[in-house]
């Protein structure tokens, strides 16, 4: 079955405590990106990645550290979290960055810092 | 500055009543292409229509259907005769090109609630 895989879930954790989250697609896709969902502000880009060994900065990038040493693989990375990054993230993958091209999504990770 | 607007936060309805979601998006690209996306309380996000901004030819799949009005700048949802299932935040989204890419640019979303 095709699929974005995020894990985990829900995440609970506390200040500075580095974590992240994973993501994985299995659809051979070449775009993979994270998303940030905040209430009443929709979802908003942190990073994407156009293809393996290529990342770059999204809309809201601070805090925030990805990779793509694999094509299937595109982990999000918190340093040291803060209270601000508590979320809802999305992890989304598409065939290639082309403007017409439909957004597979995970099922979400719901991230809280305490 | 919001590049796409879905004004109505929330929207309730009764069951089997018709529905619509407002959608007024901003660019100033000739070549763009419009999303919606539903978001069910279970949290995932579900695709459900693509139009490019050359067709502006209304769709219906069943009971929704989508009103795409370039001269206004909007892309209305509507769904008819809706049902409990529908209930969950949709999502209308923008795609347009940034730099040497593209962005895909997201509403606040709408949450509708259709009660029994």
Not at chain 2, 58 to 79: A, D, H, L, V
């Amino acid at each position: 079955e095709a699929q974005v895989t995020q894990n985990p879930r829900y995440l609970i954790t506390v200040t500075g405590k580095k974590l992240t989250v994973t993501c994985s697609q299995n659809m051979n896709h070449e775009y993979m990106s994270w998303y940030r969902q905040d209430p009443g502000l929709g979802l908003r880009q942190i990073y994407y990645s156009m293809n393996v060994e290529v990342t770059d900065k999204g809309d809201v990038p601070e805090g925030y550290k990805v990779s793509r040493k694999e094509k299937r693989n595109f982990p999000l990375i918190l340093e040291s979290p803060s209270p601000n990054q508590t979320s809802l993230y999305f992890c989304a993958s598409s065939l290639q960055a082309k403007m017409n091209t439909e957004a597979f999504f995970g099922q979400g990770t719901r991230l809280t810092v305490v | 500055a919001q590049k796409v607007t879905q004004a109505q936060t929330e929207i309730s309805v009764v069951e089997k009543e018709d529905v619509t979601l407002d959608c007024v998006y901003e660019t100033r690209d000739t070549t763009y292409y419009l999303f919606w996306y539903k978001q069910p309380p279970s949290g995932e996000l579900v695709f459900l229509i693509r139009r490019n901004s050359f067709d502006e030819q209304n769709e219906i799949s069943g009971r929704y259907s989508w009103n795409f009005q370039k001269s206004t700048s909007s892309f209305n949802f509507t769904i008819t005769a809706s049902q409990v299932v529908d209930s969950a935040v949709y999502f209308c989204a923008l795609s347009e090109r940034w730099d040497s890419n593209y962005q895909l640019i997201w509403g606040a979303g709408t949450k509708l609630i259709i009660k029994p």
